[in-house]
């Protein structure tokens, strides 16, 4: 198994595991290698160090572990999915419906709800027109359905 570094062309970093180089190469041509955070598919390789074991390596006196890193705060991509992962979590996908049901939700002729779902930019527009809140928030594919 190998463990390539990757990044998209938006800049974000994240792990690859492949069979082999050929297993990348063939599934990047696919088009099967995508950024996980926002399925960009524009993808490359980083520089990365092998790990090599040539052998057996002598055992080394135990040293004293290290101080507790300190906590640092999230980075907006670790954010961002925190959210992404919140609303999936809290919302009911309408799909396709969802213009429609939101206006139902807004009309007061269905319960009030999270949902979340599909919606062209001229239904969206509709929607702020009727006064009806609308925000786009793109989920990467990983997260629309299960891990392999």
Same mark, same amino acid.
């Given at each position: 198994m190998k463990v390539f570094n990757l990044q998209?062309?938006?800049?974000?970093?994240?792990e690859g595991w492949?069979?082999?180089?050929?297993d990348y190469e063939s599934q990047k041509e696919r088009g099967l290698v995508g950024c996980p955070l926002c399925g960009e598919?524009? =993808?490359r390789r980083?520089?990365?160090a092998p790990r090599l074991n040539l052998g057996a390596v002598a055992v080394a006196e135990p040293t004293p572990a290290p101080a507790a890193p300190q906590a640092q705060a999230p980075g907006m991509e670790a954010l961002w999915m925190q959210a992404v992962r919140h609303v999936l979590a809290n919302t009911?996908? =309408?799909g396709a419906r969802f213009a429609e049901e939101a206006r139902r939700i807004h009309y007061g002729e269905t319960e009030q709800r999270g949902i979340?779902?599909?919606?062209t930019q001229d239904e969206a527009r509709a929607?702020?027109?009727?006064g009806i809140q609308?925000?786009?928030l793109p989920i990467p594919e990983s997260l629309k359905g299960p891990l392999q």
């Amino acid at each position: 198994m190998k463990v390539f570094n990757l990044q998209c062309g938006n800049g974000h970093q994240f792990e690859g595991w492949f069979g082999s180089d050929a297993d990348y190469e063939s599934q990047k041509e696919r088009g099967l290698v995508g950024c996980p955070l926002c399925g960009e598919a524009q =993808v490359r390789r980083l520089p990365s160090a092998p790990r090599l074991n040539l052998g057996a390596v002598a055992v080394a006196e135990p040293t004293p572990a290290p101080a507790a890193p300190q906590a640092q705060a999230p980075g907006m991509e670790a954010l961002w999915m925190q959210a992404v992962r919140h609303v999936l979590a809290n919302t009911e996908d =309408v799909g396709a419906r969802f213009a429609e049901e939101a206006r139902r939700i807004h009309y007061g002729e269905t319960e009030q709800r999270g949902i979340r779902g599909r919606t062209t930019q001229d239904e969206a527009r509709a929607l702020d027109e009727e006064g009806i809140q609308v925000v786009s928030l793109p989920i990467p594919e990983s997260l629309k359905g299960p891990l392999q």
